[in-house]
């Protein structure tokens, strides 16, 4: 199947989905579940393709020699990303139909449409093709928070699109900038990755610094870390669950992707040079996001902060450029995309039950709702990483790297979130599970079956990747270490070296 086609299925669904009738909830689920399966099955096609391209085609010649060219690439990391953002969309839409009620029809339609801006972004080739796709989701993202979300969700839609959109913006600077300069210079510039690479190690070191300042903020945003991540508790925690599973689960991914397939691969010395400062980042957003997570008071929020926190571990690890670190950040998109995900989607459904996000009003649901128990068990002992799931293979490769390159010390202090997370894992559970509740409600019904067979493969997958990590190593090692410094040692002397030149 032609890449093209992965692209265009969940267009077509987001299309279709709107000239369903939304007066027979059945039905609709129905339709929309069944888009959603054969999008997924589209999703799959890049994993199992392998490394795939389609020729590139010029799009656009905007000004002077400069070159816009439309192309789709996959190889390991976008592969599994679109196959995450395939697993993740059918388990969003089954769990949110109590929520959405009659509107899931114009649920489905805004989450296919996101579906289709993330894929663009995964796939892309061009950077401005890739900036065109990560402006696109922004819209989607904002009406699922805006439309569907809690009491607060105008403001946390307003904020989130403000503080992505100024992210974005040095971004789209940046792109300017490189086309002025070609202009200037009169040189053919194409956009494509391997051409912009090109052409950064001909321009001036300062410019480029600037470049590579410009398209680090906005993935820094993305992320988010610290102080960026002021959107974030509110889009979480306000935004529907579904919705801020997919946010958690596949959008905050983007920022990690943007690292891995462009700030590092076209900036590798100024990434270097760098690295000591976004290896403090990282650390600094682990233990700002674990501390936090730890004074909530409610589940979504506890959520929201500890997905900041492992996030901020897989910053720091990536920039040790170590193989080990690499294969780490890996695992973890796929680990911590199913992980956290799946306590959104079940904390919805909790959330349905109580009436309430506060953690006190959800006790003794192991008593009330025993299915419930078993899964959000489940997906809090994964999110922790406890061993034999697929987030302690990701843990263990990121720490080991930053020990192996800034020693013990950074290595305990990155440690030590992971102990936190633990601690308030571990409260939330017992909490939710075990504790008494401060509501009136005696009993609650139980996970229905489409959910709990939604988010029953989520877990199981965990398990799968912890005791057989393989595929996903496999896929992300050969294709992203022929792109990024083997050593931050290694590139730090080649960047001396040139300098010196």
Known sequence: MNLHLVLLAPMLASVLTLFLSGRDGASTLRAVLFFAFVVAGASFVPLAMGESTTELHTWLRPVGNLTVRWGLAADGLSAWLVALTGVLVPVALATARAHVGERLREFAAAVFFLQAGLVGVFLSVDLLQFYAFFEVILLPSTVLIAMFGGRE??????????????????????????AAESVRMQSALALDFESVRVFLATVDPQARFWLFAAASVAFLVKLPVVPFHLWQADAYSEGPAAGSALLTGIMAKVGLYGFLRIVVPLFPMEAALYANFFVGVGLVTMLTGALIALRQREVRRVLAFSSLSHLGLGLAALFTFRPEAIAGVVVLVVAHGLSAAALFFLTGIAEGWARSRHIDD???????????????????????????????????LMLFSLWKVYGVAVALVAGSTVVLSAAYTLRLMQKMLFGTSHTQAESSPDVPALEALSIAPLLVALVVFGFMPGPILKAGRPDLLTRLPSAQ?????????????
């Open 153 to 178: 969700r105008r403001r946390a839609a307003l904020l989130f699109l403000l503080f992505s959109l100024a992210g974005s913006i040095p971004l789209f600077v940046s792109i300017w900038w490189m």
């Open 489 to 501: 040692a290694k590139v730090v002397e080649d960047a001396t070296h040139a300098a010196a030149r």
């Open 362 to 396: 959800f006790g003794s649901l192991a008593k009330r709702a025993p299915v419930f128990a078993v899964l959000f068990a489940l997906a809090g002992l994964a999110s922790v990483g406890l061993p034999g799931t697929a987030g302690f293979v990701a843990e263990l």
